[in-house]
């Protein structure tokens, strides 16, 4: 069952535009990666592009956060 707002909106079906407008080009996603048989962690837009990388989720906050970006992390 997908859940919706209160304007009967499923936040898992909104377009790239509705996705950028509720501030999403703000976030930067930090998803832990393995490079060279290490672990790693990436920093991806909103969209899925991949913005950088960093050796320690830490590093990768605060690359994120110097390019005025809030990091979430992903499971």
Do not use: C, W
């Amino acid at each position: 069952m997908h859940r919706q707002d209160d304007q009967g909106i499923d936040p898992r079906n909104l377009s790239a535009t509705n996705f950028h407008a509720l501030g999403v080009s703000h976030v930067a996603f930090i998803k832990r990666v393995t490079v060279n048989n290490a672990p790693a962690y990436a920093i991806h837009a909103a969209d899925g592009r991949v913005l950088g990388g960093a050796a320690s989720r830490e590093l990768a906050i605060a690359a994120a956060r110097q390019f005025d970006l809030e990091p979430v992390d992903v499971h």
